[in-house]
Nanobody, 122 residues
Framework: VQLQASGGGLVQAGGSLRLSCAVS????????MGWFRQAPGEERELVGR????????YYPGSVKGRFTLSRDTAKPVVYLQMNSLKPEDTAVYYC????????????????WGQGTLVTVSS
Protein backbone atom coordinates (compact mmCIF):
# COMPACT_ATOMS: atom_id res chain seq x y z
CA VAL A 1 0.00 0.00 0.00
CA GLN A 2 1.33 3.43 -0.94
CA LEU A 3 0.00 6.62 0.59
CA GLN A 4 0.32 10.18 -0.66
CA ALA A 5 -0.73 12.96 1.70
CA SER A 6 -1.45 16.52 0.68
CA GLY A 7 -3.35 19.63 1.69
CA GLY A 8 -1.36 21.16 4.50
CA GLY A 9 -0.71 24.85 4.78
CA LEU A 10 -1.00 27.98 6.87
CA VAL A 11 -4.36 28.96 8.32
CA GLN A 12 -5.57 31.34 10.97
CA ALA A 13 -7.07 30.11 14.21
CA GLY A 14 -10.71 29.27 13.71
CA GLY A 15 -10.15 28.38 10.08
CA SER A 16 -10.40 25.11 8.21
CA LEU A 17 -8.23 22.85 6.12
CA ARG A 18 -8.84 19.58 4.35
CA LEU A 19 -6.07 17.02 4.07
CA SER A 20 -6.13 14.26 1.51
CA CYS A 21 -4.47 10.87 1.46
CA ALA A 22 -4.42 9.07 -1.86
CA VAL A 23 -4.20 5.29 -1.56
CA SER A 24 -2.67 2.96 -4.11
CA UNK A 25 -1.37 -0.57 -4.24
CA UNK A 26 -2.81 -3.89 -3.16
CA UNK A 27 -4.74 -4.37 0.06
CA UNK A 28 -7.33 -6.69 1.56
CA UNK A 29 -10.00 -4.00 1.31
CA UNK A 30 -10.64 -4.01 5.05
CA UNK A 31 -7.73 -1.86 6.10
CA UNK A 32 -7.76 0.89 8.67
CA MET A 33 -6.63 4.37 7.73
CA GLY A 34 -5.29 6.62 10.43
CA TRP A 35 -4.25 10.23 10.53
CA PHE A 36 -1.53 11.11 13.00
CA ARG A 37 0.21 14.33 13.85
CA GLN A 38 3.50 15.21 15.43
CA ALA A 39 4.42 18.60 16.79
CA PRO A 40 8.07 19.54 17.52
CA GLY A 41 9.24 17.83 20.67
CA GLU A 42 6.04 15.86 20.99
CA GLU A 43 5.12 12.25 20.42
CA ARG A 44 3.15 11.24 17.37
CA GLU A 45 -0.54 11.08 18.20
CA LEU A 46 -3.59 9.75 16.46
CA VAL A 47 -6.19 12.32 15.43
CA GLY A 48 -8.61 9.95 13.77
CA ARG A 49 -9.03 6.58 12.10
CA UNK A 50 -11.50 5.11 9.66
CA UNK A 51 -12.22 1.56 8.62
CA UNK A 52 -12.18 1.50 4.86
CA UNK A 53 -14.86 -1.13 4.35
CA UNK A 54 -17.53 0.39 6.60
CA UNK A 55 -16.52 4.02 7.02
CA UNK A 56 -16.65 3.62 10.78
CA UNK A 57 -14.59 6.30 12.49
CA TYR A 58 -12.99 7.16 15.78
CA TYR A 59 -11.67 10.46 17.11
CA PRO A 60 -9.83 11.27 20.31
CA GLY A 61 -11.26 13.91 22.58
CA SER A 62 -8.74 16.55 21.51
CA VAL A 63 -10.27 16.78 18.02
CA LYS A 64 -13.73 15.24 18.36
CA GLY A 65 -16.36 17.56 16.95
CA ARG A 66 -13.77 19.52 14.96
CA PHE A 67 -12.13 16.91 12.73
CA THR A 68 -14.01 14.61 10.37
CA LEU A 69 -12.76 11.68 8.33
CA SER A 70 -14.35 10.54 5.11
CA ARG A 71 -13.38 8.36 2.20
CA ASP A 72 -13.99 8.20 -1.50
CA THR A 73 -13.88 4.52 -2.40
CA ALA A 74 -13.83 5.23 -6.13
CA LYS A 75 -10.60 7.23 -6.18
CA PRO A 76 -9.55 5.96 -3.49
CA VAL A 77 -8.81 8.82 -1.12
CA VAL A 78 -9.27 9.49 2.57
CA TYR A 79 -9.99 13.04 3.67
CA LEU A 80 -9.40 14.73 7.00
CA GLN A 81 -11.57 17.82 7.31
CA MET A 82 -10.27 20.04 10.09
CA ASN A 83 -12.48 22.85 11.36
CA SER A 84 -12.16 25.36 14.18
CA LEU A 85 -8.41 24.98 14.06
CA LYS A 86 -6.35 26.05 17.03
CA PRO A 87 -2.68 26.98 17.30
CA GLU A 88 -2.11 23.76 19.21
CA ASP A 89 -3.18 21.83 16.11
CA THR A 90 0.06 22.95 14.46
CA ALA A 91 2.01 19.84 13.51
CA VAL A 92 3.14 17.63 10.70
CA TYR A 93 0.22 15.41 9.76
CA TYR A 94 0.68 11.89 8.44
CA CYS A 95 -1.71 9.36 6.99
CA UNK A 96 -1.06 5.72 7.75
CA UNK A 97 -2.65 2.36 7.11
CA UNK A 98 -2.72 -1.17 8.45
CA UNK A 99 -4.54 -4.33 7.47
CA UNK A 100 -6.69 -4.87 10.55
CA UNK A 101 -5.54 -3.08 13.71
CA UNK A 102 -8.20 -0.82 15.22
CA UNK A 103 -6.16 1.23 17.64
CA UNK A 104 -3.92 4.21 18.37
CA UNK A 105 -0.44 2.71 18.36
CA UNK A 106 1.49 4.22 15.47
CA UNK A 107 3.97 1.33 15.51
CA UNK A 108 1.21 -1.00 14.36
CA UNK A 109 0.57 0.97 11.18
CA UNK A 110 3.15 -0.34 8.70
CA UNK A 111 2.27 1.96 5.79
CA TRP A 112 2.90 5.68 5.94
CA GLY A 113 2.61 8.65 3.67
CA GLN A 114 4.96 11.58 3.78
CA GLY A 115 4.00 14.27 6.23
CA THR A 116 2.20 17.48 5.40
CA LEU A 117 2.70 20.53 7.56
CA VAL A 118 -0.26 22.32 9.10
CA THR A 119 0.45 25.66 10.75
CA VAL A 120 -2.28 27.48 12.64
CA SER A 121 -1.52 31.08 13.50
CA SER A 122 -3.10 32.86 16.45
Amino acid sequence: VQLQASGGGLVQAGGSLRLSCAVSGRSNGNYVMGWFRQAPGEERELVGRIRWSSGFTYYPGSVKGRFTLSRDTAKPVVYLQMNSLKPEDTAVYYCAANERYWGDRSGLYPYWGQGTLVTVSS
